[in-house]
C-alpha cells in the first residue's frame, strides 16, 4: 500500500501497475485507473531548493475513448495476425503505452522502479506496438504510441490519433437559409421588424461550439503538453537557512493507466512515498480503462 522511491532531479515516469507487479510479483496490467491516496516527497538532507511538479493522464472522455479505440485496433491487428497462429498469443498479452513523447524517447526502461530493485530485477515490461505497412510498398513501419503530444519521430500521439478519426462539429450549427426571404415569418409580422430581428439574432448567436476543434492533450492544446496538473511543491532550503527533514505532501487523485509524471527540479535526490488505496482488484482500488 506505501510504495518508496528515490527520485532524483530529472523528469521521471512512474507506472503503477509495473510496481505493483515487481513488489507484489503478481501481474497487474496497465489498463486500469488508480486511486492514489497521495504522495509524499521528504528531503533527508536539508539541501533540496526548487520545485517538484506532478502530472497524470487527464481524466477526460478524449483520454478514455482514445485509449480504448487504440486499444481495440491493436486487438484487431494482432487477432488477424494471430488467425492462423493462436498458440502465439503471449502469457502476460497487455495494451501498454508511454505517457507522452519524452517518455516515448526514455523507454520504460528509465521508468520509476521501487526502492532496492533495478532494471535487471524486474522482469519484462514492454510497451505495445503498431505495425502498418508502407503505402506503395512492402516493406511495415513499426512505433510506440504515446496518449500526450503530438506525432514524432518515436511514436503516434493517441489523442492525436483519436481526434482525426473522429467527424467535426458543424460549425455553424444549425445551417440556416436566409432570413431575411423567409416570407412565411413574414406573413406574422405585425408591422414591426421583432419577428426578423429575433430570428437574426437566434441564426447568428451560440452556433458555434464553446471549444476549439483541437483535442485538448493531441499536441496543440495547451501547449505545454503535460498532461493535467496534479499538484506542485516547492522546496525553499538555502544555505543560510537549511530545512533539515523537510517533508511536502500531495493530495490524492485517480491516475489513467497508473502512469504520473514528475518534474524533479530541486537539485538533490528526494525519497518519495505513493500511497495507494486498499480495494477489490487484486488488494487495490482500481477500474478498468473501460470503465473511466
Not at 238 to 244: C, F, I, K, Q
Amino acid at each position: 500500500m506505501r510504495m518508496s522511491f528515490d527520485v532524483a532531479p530529472d523528469v521521471k515516469y512512474l507506472d503503477l501497475s509495473q510496481c505493483a507487479s515487481i513488489l507484489n510479483r503478481r501481474f497487474y496490467k496497465q489498463g486500469i485507473q488508480w486511486a492514489v491516496a497521495g504522495l509524499t516527497f521528504v528531503d533527508s538532507g536539508g539541501t533540496a531548493n526548487g520545485t517538484v511538479t506532478i502530472d497524470k493522464l487527464p481524466t477526460t472522455w478524449t483520454v478514455a475513448n482514445a485509449w480504448k479505440k487504440s486499444k481495440d485496433a491493436w486487438n484487431d491487428m494482432n487477432e488477424m495476425a494471430m488467425e492462423f497462429a493462436e498458440g502465439v498469443k503471449p502469457k502476460y498479452y497487455d495494451y501498454k503505452v508511454h505517457f507522452d513523447q519524452t517518455h516515448v524517447a526514455s523507454n520504460f526502461n528509465a521508468n520509476l522502479l521501487p526502492l532496492g530493485f533495478n532494471n535487471t530485477q524486474v522482469g519484462e515490461w514492454l510497451p505495445a506496438e503498431f505495425v502498418i505497412p508502407d503505402q506503395g510498398t512492402t516493406n511495415v513501419t513499426g512505433f510506440n504510441v504515446h496518449m500526450i503530444g503530438d506525432d514524432n519521430a518515436n511514436g503516434k500521439g493517441l489523442i492525436k490519433g483519436y481526434a482525426l478519426s473522429r467527424a467535426l462539429v458543424f460549425n455553424p450549427d444549425p445551417r440556416t437559409p436566409d432570413i431575411s426571404s423567409n416570407w412565411i415569418s413574414q406573413v406574422f409580422n405585425q408591422g414591426t421588424n421583432q419577428t426578423a430581428r429575433v430570428l437574426d439574432d437566434l441564426e447568428s448567436q451560440n452556433d458555434a461550439p464553446p471549444y476549439d476543434d483541437e483535442y485538448l492533450g493531441a499536441g496543440v492544446l495547451p501547449t505545454s503538453g503535460d498532461g493535467e496538473r496534479v499538484d506542485e511543491i516547492v522546496f525553499r532550503n538555502t544555505a543560510d537557512r537549511p530545512v533539515p527533514g523537510s517533508r511536502l505532501r500531495v493530495g490524492g487523485f485517480t491516475a489513467p493507466c497508473g502512469l504520473i509524471r514528475i518534474n524533479q527540479l530541486s537539485g538533490t535526490t528526494l525519497r518519495m512515498y505513493v500511497d495507494l488505496v486498499p480495494g477489490t482488484h487484486r488488494g487495490y482500488l482500481c477500474e478498468p480503462m473501460e470503465d473511466m
